[in-house]
């Protein structure tokens, strides 16, 4: 489906809030294409800003890092999180379909998902994370996360199913900031079932009903190296996202998702 789609490119730009944006974009040097003897002014990175209508929306910044700078941040990640693979039970089943780790302010509610609930470890056991933290409310003017669930994908047979972030300690309209290293993946968001739909019936002839009378809504996203996509308002309640496998994704990818956990 065509997405009601905003761009907004270099210079002071109105984000999804009405605040501009002061981002410069993050990079370890001077940016491309600076003016030898100008002013030190480097572009700020494009953001795209999707309506999902009913009040959810999608803020996307394909360039929030430099390639530089993400594929040291990248390593770091890669060397030095105390990666971990859970079971977790998804619809009933076990699944163990990527390494996850937990950061989060101390004292804040334990979180729970999918059957799951990881030990939350502290900020000071890793400066960069707190370096990526500082970056992402720059970024994000009025943003305050106080917690980071971090995933990484070894290979295009990771993934993660379709789900929302949706539980009761983020609130009713979470800001997730979800930065992204390494291998290029889809991020793929559908519009949850209504309650009638749901009501509808279950089981295989119910979800081909379902889906001839209405094709379910579906954006997709690719996430490059050092993006940072952000999801505002409704989404939780009324979409899904997921990452799919994808065979041909043959190297790791490692994502953070910047969470505010209501205290
Ligand atoms: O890897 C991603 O881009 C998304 C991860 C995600 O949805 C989550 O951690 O809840
Ligand atoms: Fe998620």
């Given at each position: 489906m065509a997405s009601r789609l905003r761009l907004f490119a270099a210079g002071p730009t109105p984000g999804a809030d009405g605040n501009s944006d002061p981002n410069p974009g993050i990079s370890g040097k001077a940016a491309a294409g600076e003016r030898e003897g100008g002013a030190k002014r480097p572009e700020p990175p494009r953001r795209e800003v999707t309506d999902?209508?009913?009040g959810s929306e999608v803020v996307h910044l394909q360039r929030f890092v430099d390639r530089e700078k993400a594929w040291e941040w990248f390593d770091y990640l890669d060397k030095t999180i105390p990666w971990n693979r859970p079971e977790l039970r998804v619809f009933g089943r076990t699944a163990q379909p990527r390494d996850v780790c937990y950061v989060a302010d101390e004292g804040l509610p334990d979180l729970k998902y999918s059957g799951h609930q990881p030990h939350a470890h502290s900020w000071d056991e890793f400066p960069v994370l707190k370096d990526i933290l500082k970056a992402v409310h720059e970024a994000l003017p009025g943003s305050c996360f106080n917690s980071l669930l971090l995933n990484r994908y070894k290979t295009g047979a990771d993934y993660v199913s379709w789900h929302a972030d949706?539980?009761?300690?983020?609130?009713?309209t979470p800001e997730i900031a979800s930065v992204s290293f390494g291998c290029e993946r889809d991020f793929v968001l559908r519009k949850k079932p209504t309650k009638s739909q749901a009501a509808s019936g279950s089981g295989e002839a119910a979800r081909k009903r379902l889906k001839l009378a209405a094709p379910q809504q579906q954006h997709s996203f690719f996430l490059k190296h050092g993006s940072l996509l952000v999801m505002r308002g409704y989404t939780q309640r009324d979409w899904q996202h997921s990452v799919p496998k994808r065979a041909k994704a043959s190297s790791p990818r490692i994502n953070l998702t910047f969470r505010h956990v209501l205290t």
């Amino acid at each position: 489906m065509a997405s009601r789609l905003r761009l907004f490119a270099a210079g002071p730009t109105p984000g999804a809030d009405g605040n501009s944006d002061p981002n410069p974009g993050i990079s370890g040097k001077a940016a491309a294409g600076e003016r030898e003897g100008g002013a030190k002014r480097p572009e700020p990175p494009r953001r795209e800003v999707t309506d999902l209508g009913g009040g959810s929306e999608v803020v996307h910044l394909q360039r929030f890092v430099d390639r530089e700078k993400a594929w040291e941040w990248f390593d770091y990640l890669d060397k030095t999180i105390p990666w971990n693979r859970p079971e977790l039970r998804v619809f009933g089943r076990t699944a163990q379909p990527r390494d996850v780790c937990y950061v989060a302010d101390e004292g804040l509610p334990d979180l729970k998902y999918s059957g799951h609930q990881p030990h939350a470890h502290s900020w000071d056991e890793f400066p960069v994370l707190k370096d990526i933290l500082k970056a992402v409310h720059e970024a994000l003017p009025g943003s305050c996360f106080n917690s980071l669930l971090l995933n990484r994908y070894k290979t295009g047979a990771d993934y993660v199913s379709w789900h929302a972030d949706d539980e009761p300690l983020y609130g009713p309209t979470p800001e997730i900031a979800s930065v992204s290293f390494g291998c290029e993946r889809d991020f793929v968001l559908r519009k949850k079932p209504t309650k009638s739909q749901a009501a509808s019936g279950s089981g295989e002839a119910a979800r081909k009903r379902l889906k001839l009378a209405a094709p379910q809504q579906q954006h997709s996203f690719f996430l490059k190296h050092g993006s940072l996509l952000v999801m505002r308002g409704y989404t939780q309640r009324d979409w899904q996202h997921s990452v799919p496998k994808r065979a041909k994704a043959s190297s790791p990818r490692i994502n953070l998702t910047f969470r505010h956990v209501l205290t």
